[in-house]
Structure formats: structure tokens, C-alpha cells
Antibody, heavy 117, light 106 residues
Framework: EVQLVESGGDLVQPGGSLRLSCAAS????????MHWVRQGPGKGLVWVSR????????RYAGSVKGRFTISRDNAKNTLYLQMNSLRAEDTAVYYC??????????WGQGTMVTVSS | SYELTQPPSVSVSPGQTASITCSGD??????ASWYQQKPGQSPVVVIY???KRPSGIPERFSGSNSGNTATLTISGTQAMDEADYYC?????????FGGGTRLTVL
């Protein structure tokens, strides 16, 4: 079964850091571009970042550029998101997502990040 | 930055056809995808590459994309189709989502 399982979400103070992980299984992880998409409480979906198959190319949404870093370990079938200088507006459910055929075809269950003092 | 615009809400009676639009500059020149999200669940792709349905998605879901507008059409809408729907396109290898449309079946 194709599966993405996120972990690492937590309550963190403004200015703090957090690292999210996403464990992939059931498919050849190294063959797919991967993304993080977030959804604030009661809000819509917002694309955060993407990484290509070997990790040599990354892109970020303007709101997180310079604060977040996406990376992957193909040997461990794991995607990461390092989040620094967190702000209240970063509070959201963070989804790990696979892209294929020009769409987001597999989604994880999400992990909640709350930034609050 | 590229923007996609959706109506906040659409209502439809059971068995009728629901249409949800997504507007963006020259959207017809890009591939559009549509996602369904039910409360407390992760999104699920229902249409990709403008018109294609993933396996397991009912035939009542269809899509089109031309000019500045992509449209998701649900024929014979059922109560189980009540959900939030998001359109999505790619712009310079970054993804853009519409604001979402809540479909109410009443």
C-alpha cells in the first residue's frame, strides 16, 4: 500500500524551530518529486515547498523562503522539513505529498504544528 | 504571483449537476487538477491533467479547462459529494491552489 506518514508536529513558541519528517512506503520514493502543503485552521490549502528526486533542486513559497528547508534521504525513504524562526501564521496542518502526472496524487494524514506562546 | 479564484460556496440538489469554476490568467495553457477534502480528512485528487479521473473516482466527476477557466462538474450529485473542493495548477514549477469551494448538497 502506498503510504506517507508524517511526524514531528508539536506546540512551539514563536521564534522556535521544528523538524517534520515523512516516512514513505509502498512505492519507489527516489523516483518522485515530493512536497509539503499546509492548511491553517479553517483555511485552504497552501503549497509550501518541493524537492526533486535526488534533492538537488528545491523551491519554496515566498512566505517561508529563508526560514524553511526541505530535504530528503532516499536511502531511508524519508522527506523532511526543517522549520526555523516560526511565526504564529505558520500554525497549520502540514501534509507530505507526492506529485505524479502533474498532480498531487498521494497525501499523508498530516501533522499539526502550533506556534504559540 | 499567480492566483486561482474559486467561488466560496456552491449548492446543489441531490441528483442534479454541480459546476465549480476556477479562474486564472491563461489557465487553459496549464494543467489543472481538482481535490476533494471532507472534514477531518486529507485531500484526494479527483481530476488531474484537466480531464482525467484517477482510478476509483466515480464517472460522475469530470473536468474541463479552456481560456481562463477550469471547471469541475459533478453529474448526479450525491450526498457523499458534499465537501470542499480545491483547484490547483503549476506556475514556474511551484504549485498554486485556489481558495476552495464548499459544495453543499441539499
Amino acid at each position: 500500500e502506498v503510504q506517507l506518514v508524517e511526524s514531528g508536529g508539536d506546540l512551539v513558541q514563536p521564534g522556535g524551530s521544528l523538524r517534520l519528517s515523512c516516512a514513505a512506503s509502498g512505492f519507489t520514493f527516489s523516483s518522485y518529486w515530493m512536497h509539503w502543503v499546509r492548511q491553517g485552521p479553517g483555511k485552504g490549502l497552501v503549497w509550501v515547498s518541493r524537492i526533486n528526486t535526488d534533492g538537488s533542486s528545491t523551491r519554496y513559497a515566498g512566505s517561508v523562503k529563508g526560514r524553511f528547508t526541505i530535504s530528503r534521504d532516499n536511502a531511508k525513504n524519508t522527506l523532511y522539513l526543517q522549520m526555523n524562526s516560526l511565526r504564529a501564521e505558520d500554525t497549520a496542518v502540514y501534509y507530505c505529498v507526492r506529485s505524479g502526472l502533474d498532480a498531487f496524487d498521494v497525501w499523508g494524514q498530516g501533522t499539526m504544528v502550533t506556534v504559540s506562546s | 504571483s499567480y492566483e486561482l479564484t474559486q467561488p466560496p460556496s456552491v449548492s446543489v440538489s441531490p441528483g442534479q449537476t454541480a459546476s465549480i469554476t476556477c479562474s486564472g490568467d491563461k489557465l487553459g495553457n496549464k494543467y489543472a487538477s481538482w481535490y476533494q477534502q471532507k472534514p477531518g480528512q486529507s485531500p484526494v485528487v479527483v481530476i488531474y491533467q484537466d480531464t482525467k479521473r484517477p482510478s476509483g473516482i466515480p464517472e460522475r466527476f469530470s473536468g474541463s479547462n479552456s481560456g481562463n477557466t477550469a471547471t469541475l462538474t459533478i453529474s448526479g450529485t450525491q450526498a457523499m459529494d458534499e465537501a470542499d473542493y480545491y483547484c490547483q495548477a503549476w506556475d514556474n514549477s511551484t504549485a498554486v491552489f485556489g481558495g476552495g469551494t464548499r459544495l453543499t448538497v441539499l
